[in-house]
DNA sequence: ACAAAAGTGTTACACGTACACCCATGG
DNA sequence: CCATGGGTGTACGTGTAACACTTTTGT
């Protein structure tokens, strides 16, 4: 099976940055190594690319290990290939980032893989250029999402208007009038307006919605300016950082 | 060096989807293999991943071979691992692509790799998966040049607005108002009016004008909006297909 | 003088932003 | 009854699209 002479064959892995949000604040499912090297610290979780499996096989097989999940929402990322990126032996990395709803997460905590929610402001310290594979990753989600209405990924199927406004605000860590906010959502043609009300976070209540799944998949692609634009500058602000 | 055990090693590849622009359509850069399997048959240029070389490495050193070139624009595009893809040996492909101004091109077309430009409306069939990566790099660049100033890149450092105008409705196979284009255009502030003319096109001439460098480097991020919207609908139908 | 391409200005509309008050309910 | 969070409408300004005529000059 080796017909290319004289070429190096190098380890292709495959690193998942793995986002949730519990209504408050972004998540990232980290684990922490079993095993030396860098026993103990925490990491993406990884695998190794197989011989007959395509890498999206791989991103998948390896998000089901560690949450019990298929069917999610994952987009290829980067790939890095410094050649000392893993001390251990040479290894090209591919990424992939995956947007899942946290409350459906099934796996115990920590059983199988000692895995762990961190909120992303308060990340531990990663293994290798994990660090770096989170920072594109949420680069990269900070600017899909300002595009493409990617974010509902990360909701449940029933969602209120202020949990969908408090997910766009705390992903560009600003704050957003509800007034304009639920014009624009609305506008859309996204959003179904449910009958019941959620009633745990205020007295009140807030009206659930659900997401129109055909209008979505059709429109996932057009262009939709789903964060205000104060003026100019901050706008490019926003989006980038 | 192996220290992974149990695990296969992967040959990886780096192809380049090369883009030109002569002034009325776009062109692509593509060899004719010389040696088997596939002899007489086109492809994009690649190349393998070296043991002490990171991927961006691989692929300059893969465009300058086929076109003399350096500090061309370029951009990481997606990585291909069907384990078919190559017939010969389970190859990983991650593409790159790039813009260059068709005039710096230096090489002898033909002399080294048997190199031609190509019309991508006109293009011959290609060898293993590389027309899938062509359209995957046509769809990366209708998508990035609507946000941002990148088409720049296809043209002289010295150009004209009906030049420019023509770039941009090549790509998206269209044409726009030239008032309303080229106040969009001059309302970026990315561009310098010259006091010299191109007058090989028409009578009167045309004022030549240069990228502000300095803002195009610092204004790169930023969404703008360099292509017209007639409407919503034809808006996103124009970029996304 | 005429053909061919470059260059420019105005108007109408849509969209986005700023902004303040009322509503419903549980305690 | 009051505190808390949910929900809504308007007015203004900006940005974008539609549209037609004049200028220049080579032949």
Redesign the interface.
């Known amino acids: 099976?080796?017909?290319?002479s004289g070429?190096?064959?190098?380890?292709?892995a495959v690193d998942c940055v793995i986002f949730g949000f519990d209504g408050e604040n972004y998540k990232l499912l980290l684990i922490q190594r079993g095993f030396a090297p860098e026993k103990k610290r925490w990491s993406l979780m990884g695998g190794?690319?197989?011989?007959?499996?395509?890498?999206?096989e791989a991103a998948n097989r390896i998000l089901k290990q560690l949450t019990g999940l298929e069917n999610v929402y994952m987009e290829?990322l980067?790939?890095f290939?410094?050649?000392q990126r893993d001390p251990?032996?040479?290894?090209?990395a591919?990424t992939y980032f995956a947007l899942i709803d946290i409350q459906k997460y099934e796996k115990q905590l920590s059983k199988e893989f000692h895995a762990e929610w961190f909120p992303v402001k308060e990340m531990p310290e990663l293994i290798f250029d994990h660090e770096k594979m989170v920072e594109t990753a949420k680069h990269r989600l900070r600017y899909k999402a300002?595009?493409h209405p990617v974010l509902f990924e990360l909701l449940p199927d029933k969602f209120t208007l202020p949990q969908l406004q408090a997910l766009y605000e705390g992903l560009y860590d600003t704050t957003f009038d509800k007034r304009n906010f639920s014009r624009k959502l609305l506008s859309t043609g996204l959003l179904v307006k449910q009958t019941d009300k959620d009633k745990e976070s205020s007295k009140k209540g807030a009206f659930y919605f659900k997401v129109n799944k055909q209008k979505y998949e059709d429109?996932f692609?057009?262009?939709l300016n789903l964060i205000p634009k104060p003026d100019k500058l901050s706008?490019?602000a926003v989006?980038?950082n």
């Open positions: 099976m080796l017909k290319y070429q190096t064959r190098i380890l292709v190794f690319l197989q011989p007959e499996e395509r890498l999206e290829q980067h790939v290939s410094d050649p251990v032996e040479r290894t090209v591919v300002a595009l429109d692609q057009a262009i706008n490019s989006i980038l």
